[in-house]
């Protein structure tokens, strides 16, 4: 069973730090996602990196994929309030074949 | 287009119960996939239907079903309650499925006592 693992599960932090959340397996993934989740409602599909090495931007976001296709993080930049929320990783491929599997996520907190 | 929805919201059941859980997918979209997100296991794979057929099955017992009608529309079913059954179940659906994007929907939150 391929597994991905988050680090860290918690992150509590001030307005305006910067923060990355990892996501790393020892198995190789044809692409990888990444997710945000609100209370109260389904994750919603922040990036696709599917390239060995790919950085992808989505405003302060950065998401990289490593050249192994074994990880990825998330970096927020000055991060604000309204980041707050579950973080999910889920990678596609290899052995788990036709179905994501799930990173065990990072709660963020950002604290005005 | 309108996105994900599931019904009910939230449940609460009693052990030993039964529970039917339902999945109305984006209109276009014929996989829908189920999952169980707890705070302990995250977010575990149940199974994902395609064409009304399961096409890809989780690590769960037998007491979880599903089914998927010729609209894509899709229900989810548990017998035999346990306690440990307590999550959020959330369903996702996407065009083609397997490792696609998932458009996921707010999920029903099911407590059983």
């Known amino acids: 069973t391929q597994l991905l693992e988050q680090s860290p599960q918690f992150l509590s932090i001030q307005e305006g730090e910067n923060l990355t959340v990892y996501c790393n397996s020892s198995s190789v993934f044809s692409s990888l996602q990444w997710y945000r989740q609100e209370p109260g409602e389904g994750p919603v599909l922040l990036v696709t990196v599917v390239t060995g090495g790919e950085v992808k931007k989505l405003k302060r976001l950065t998401f990289q994929f490593g050249d192994a296709r074994k990880d990825s993080s998330l970096h927020i930049t000055a991060a604000q309030t309204g980041d707050t929320g579950l973080y999910l990783c889920?990678?596609?491929?290899?052995?788990?074949?036709?179905?994501?599997?799930f990173g065990q996520g990072t709660i963020l907190t950002v604290h005005p | 287009k309108a996105g994900v929805t599931q019904t009910p919201r939230y449940l609460i059941k009693t052990r030993g119960q039964q529970v039917t859980l339902s999945c109305s997918p984006i209109?276009?979209?014929?996989?829908v996939s189920w999952y169980q997100q707890t705070p302990g296991q995250g977010l575990q794979f149940l199974f994902e239907y395609f064409s009304e057929t399961q096409r890809n099955k989780g690590n769960f017992p037998g007491r979880f079903s599903g089914r998927q009608f010729s609209n894509s529309r899709s229900e989810m079913n548990v017998s035999t309650l346990e306690l440990g059954d307590s999550a959020l179940y959330l369903c996702?659906?996407?065009?083609?499925?397997?490792?696609?994007?998932?458009?996921f929907g707010p999920g029903t939150r099911l407590l059983v006592l």
């Open positions: 996702a659906s996407s065009l083609w499925g397997g490792a696609e994007t998932q458009y």
């Open positions: 889920a990678g596609a491929g290899g052995t788990s074949y036709g179905k994501l599997t």
């Open positions: 209109s276009g979209h014929r996989s």
